[in-house]
């Protein structure tokens, strides 16, 4: 379930971020990998806080930090994954568009 959530914080991650919002075009993000530290049990009632943001951008891929906070327990997982860029039609990783690298620089500042 843990994973779950954070399928959803980048997903939202992606939203928020208009240039990136929708992929509308041919290229589409594919998680490539992920990994997560389960670090505490959490359980109902609860309330989840996520955070997630870009760690590292590559030509063609970018990798993504996330962390999961509990009201009650603190933090209680850490997950980071790779992400590839694909041109849809041609069935290809392509690079990153230039305007979705400034657009995630506007949000994270300068990154590796």
């Not at 990994?35 to 955070?51: G, H, I, N, R």
């Not at 590292?56 to 990798?63: C, E, F």
């Amino acid at each position: 379930v843990y994973l779950k959530y954070f399928e959803s914080a980048r997903v939202r991650y992606f939203e928020s971020v208009p240039a990136l919002a929708g992929f509308n075009g041919p290229i589409i993000p594919v998680l490539a990998n992920i990994e997560c530290q389960f670090l505490k049990a959490v359980s109902y009632p609860d309330t989840l806080t996520m955070q997630v943001g870009v760690s590292h951008l590559g030509t063609a891929s970018l990798k993504m930090e996330c962390e999961m906070y509990s009201t009650h327990q603190g933090l209680a997982a850490k997950a980071s994954c790779t992400i590839v860029m694909i041109d849809a039609v041609k069935k290809h990783s392509v690079r990153i568009p230039n305007e979705w690298k400034e657009a995630i620089h506007q949000i994270e500042g300068q990154l590796k």
